[in-house]
């Protein structure tokens, strides 16, 4: 388990008190997840919120802090022989309480006895996504099930959020190892990706990286030839000429902050016309969008921007017509790009969004918009220095879709319906990049990743092995 | 998704009603389980039950069957527009239901309605094992929280033991390609197990496997030079010379039945004399037990048997003393095997592990001991023509139980405690294979996976890829 220095961790704690006022903060860690039976249980993932305060990557424990005296408790059962013998030598409470700075620890039954003696109106508790942690609110708080949710403090909701969104530079080097080990497996799939070839060979080999690293991936891999498919995790198709292959995947560091990348490349080794089309497309989109990035631009205004590079190169094509503002405006862009631009990224790959992607996402100035496509956004707030963000544009053609667009004639004063024809296989397209907004404008994260057409035709071309 | 006829479904749903009386039996399927948000999931692994009565390998989805009319119903919500953008075409609720030949399907509402009308005392279901389906049970049936696991219908547990615990051809030939997987798995760590190979590279290439097919381990593999960590979950040491690696680790078929296989190989590609004297040792202790296997003789002895198997072995190596049926009987073998020979296996790995250990491995005529050791044997009663099981013995050197008993000098009438130091970083072994009990006797499932001394010491010497 590798941890900050204490100092971090007290220094957070800190300044999340000094955000509060009265009663005691209560941050429950995860519990193991059962798959089929209690103890057969997925790869254990630490709540993201609970790392952040303390970095403590087991389970079973949770946060206690007390606004009127400071103090900060470790909380859990201790280890005894029996799990010395299944489990092997593990540090203490107390051990891991001392190396995070807290106070001290608290067992189960003194954390139960000092929240039911606090009172739940008088307890902070952030909402809970797991049935595990819901039913421990009810269980130590006393809160029904039906308000657990509800119940959840929006002003801790809300100084975690402003606490988390702004990465310090040792988040930001965690997410830069992240994004080395997402290289490896993105230049992986560039060079197996050859007719003949299954998605699940491809992943095989992805995962291979993944694991030989000891670390697990920020996200389901989403490895596919039909791109089109916004989240598709089926890996039971077979490479052929002609196709592109869409990978959206990245690792997360041994610190459990995330990369998401995605690439999409030809099996053919080159694109065909129509494919480099759509996919310079989506690059200037990216391009523009990275362009625009800098403190104070809301995210909402860069997506449209991005929006409206792509309805200019779809009226080249003859895809789209008429005026790419009023387009933009109706969200006619959607029927190619139905998703957001980008989200936070951090410990989570939607960063914090346990919390409520609009409490992360939106504010008082921005809201969320109601229209298909836009409402997708997850991010649209105005950026401050110290964001990390995804820029991830992409062109689809989801025939589903169309046709019901189609049939209703929706936006057809800006869709070419009838051009659509020669696209219906084509699947999708995506490219997607990871910034930190800095005083300047923005910086990428991580080691740049192939992504120009020449760069991908060349590596695609080569064996990989006499590279 | 692979299905099995939809006849088979229908039969052990008919079977299972003729074993219950009134009411309704209500099955839920598995939710996806949140990672470190709500839509951040874990890989989707269904409930084994549902998986027995329906085969559909799909979220959200559950199964009334109504014991009046005989009618089983397929439960959920239907796919929408935005589901085929974002996770592609499915197969529609009565399109499934209809391939699982159920006489209909029901909302989720709809479904509510049903329940709620019943009552809960006319509703039987199965101990949830899953936050989100305890919460479910709650709020469909409006149990009390802390009442959801003690209200399960012992009934209904009972019937589906019943049923479950003796396999059809069909299910066997499920275990049998999940156990060639664990052959190939296996056998690439033999080949990889070379001094100066961390743990996590081995690991990584057997996951490439798995990933390969498109299936899942069974459970969380383990694979360490520490074996005598029983549940060693961590892969972060590097192999040296002179050491032994456990590897604990099986496949899934794509049908979700389980493979089990442990190998013990040295580093050295040769056993060292200490080593080949343990080793050998647990080899007789297995080849004993499976001699014994048959329909009739309870399972907890033939453990007492590979227990004396092995203390008569380490009576030789002069590490036990005294008579070894006392010795077994006072349980000082358990210093050296400190768990079970084994359990069930089927959909789960260990099988209906989710209905109670106790119900599923001991009954009226078997009762689980309170010894340490005999207490950690998941199966204890009399076997049957079609129980499937794992035989495991091992032996390991667990230096702080060593400590603890020698401090109390526990069982020193049968431990020479003064000739275990030369065993300190022993570490430990364990061999594993699983069987079918047959009228004759018993038969090995799957392939054979080498473990005989001499076919171990060849393959680690070999060079993969001139093999």
């Known amino acids: 388990m590798k941890l900050f220095?204490?100092?971090?961790?007290?220094?957070?704690?800190?300044?999340?008190?000094?955000?509060?006022?009265?009663?005691?903060?209560?941050?429950?860690?995860?519990?193991?997840?059962?798959?089929?039976?209690?103890?057969?249980?997925?790869?254990?993932?630490?709540?993201?919120?609970?790392?952040?305060?303390?970095?403590?990557?087991?389970?079973?424990?949770?946060?206690?802090?007390?606004?009127?005296?400071?103090?900060?408790?470790?909380?859990?059962?201790?280890?005894?022989?029996?799990?010395?013998?299944?489990?092997?030598?593990?540090?203490?409470?107390?051990?891991?309480?001392?190396?995070?700075?807290?106070?001290?620890?608290?067992?189960?039954?003194?954390?139960?006895?000092?929240?039911?003696?606090?009172?739940?109106?008088?307890?902070?508790?952030?909402?809970?996504?797991?049935?595990?942690?819901?039913?421990?609110?009810?269980?130590?708080?006393?809160?029904?099930?039906?308000?657990?949710?509800?119940?959840?403090?929006d002003r801790l909701i809300e100084t975690?959020?402003?606490?988390?969104?702004?990465?310090?530079?040792?988040?930001?080097?965690?997410?830069?190892?992240?994004?080395?080990?997402?290289?490896?497996?993105?230049?992986?799939?560039?060079?197996?990706?050859?007719?003949?070839?299954?998605?699940?060979?491809?992943?095989?080999?992805?995962?291979?990286?993944?694991?030989?690293?000891?670390?697990?991936?920020?996200?389901?891999?989403?490895?596919?030839?039909?791109?089109?498919?916004?989240?598709?995790?089926?890996?039971?198709?077979?490479?052929?000429?002609?196709?592109?292959?869409?990978?959206?995947?990245?690792?997360?560091?041994?610190?459990?902050?995330?990369?998401?990348?995605?690439?999409?490349?030809?099996?053919?080794?080159?694109?065909?016309?129509?494919?480099?089309?759509?996919?310079?497309?989506?690059?200037?989109?990216q391009a523009a969008a990275i362009e625009a990035l800098k403190p104070g631009i809301s995210y909402q205004e860069v997506h449209l921007l991005a929006a409206k590079q792509m309805v200019l190169d779809l009226k080249d094509l003859g895809l789209m017509i008429g005026n790419a503002d009023e387009a933009v405006a109706e969200g006619a862009h959607a029927l190619f790009f139905p998703h957001g631009l980008g989200h936070m990224i951090g410990l989570d790959v939607h960063d914090m969004e346990d919390l409520g992607e609009d409490k992360v996402g939106y504010d008082q100035e921005v809201k969320r918009s109601d229209q298909f496509g836009l409402n997708a956004l997850r991010l649209g707030r105005k950026l401050r220095v110290g964001f990390t963000l995804t820029v991830e544009p992409g062109l689809y053609f989801i025939q589903p879709l169309i046709d019901q667009w189609k049939s209703l004639k929706r936006c057809d004063s800006f869709i070419n319906y009838d051009k659509l024809t020669p696209f219906e296989n084509f699947g999708g397209i995506r490219i997607e990049d990871n910034y930190v907004i800095t005083n300047g404008g923005s910086r990428l994260l991580g080691p740049s990743i192939p992504k120009q057409v020449e760069e991908i035709e060349f590596l695609s071309g080569l064996d990989k092995y006499i590279a």
Chains 1, 2 share one sequence.
Not at 11 to 22: F, I, V, Y
Not at 185 to 205: N, P, T
């Open 5 to 153: 220095d204490r100092v971090v961790y007290q220094t957070r704690r800190q300044a999340l008190m000094a955000g509060m006022e009265t009663g005691l903060i209560w941050i429950q860690g995860n519990e193991l997840s059962p798959k089929n039976y209690r103890d057969n249980t997925f790869h254990f993932r630490q709540d993201s919120n609970f790392l952040y305060y303390c970095g403590i990557d087991q389970p079973g424990l949770s946060l206690l802090m007390d606004l009127a005296s400071g103090d900060t408790f470790l909380c859990g059962r201790d280890i005894t022989l029996d799990h010395v013998i299944w489990m092997g030598p593990q540090r203490s409470l107390s051990e891991l309480a001392e190396q995070t700075g807290m106070s001290g620890v608290l067992s189960e039954d003194a954390l139960h006895a000092m929240l039911q003696a606090a009172g739940s109106a008088a307890v902070h508790y952030l909402p809970p996504y797991k049935g595990e942690s819901i039913l421990k609110v009810h269980a130590y708080l006393g809160v029904a099930i039906e308000d657990v949710t509800t119940k959840a403090s």
């Open 160 to 285: 975690v959020v402003s606490q988390r969104s702004i990465k310090e530079d040792r988040e930001l080097a965690e997410m830069e190892y992240a994004l080395e080990l997402s290289r490896d497996m993105h230049l992986e799939m560039i060079y197996e990706a050859k007719a003949g070839v299954k998605e699940s060979h491809i992943v095989a080999k992805i995962m291979e990286i993944v694991h030989r690293h000891e670390v697990d991936t920020a996200y389901p891999v989403i490895l596919s030839v039909r791109g089109e498919i916004l989240h598709n995790h089926h890996h039971h198709l077979t490479l052929q000429d002609g196709q592109l292959v869409l990978g959206d995947f990245g690792a997360e560091s041994s610190m459990n902050y995330a990369g998401d990348i995605t690439r999409t490349v030809p099996v053919a080794s080159t694109f065909n016309s129509q494919q480099k089309d759509i996919y310079q497309s989506v690059l200037r989109a």
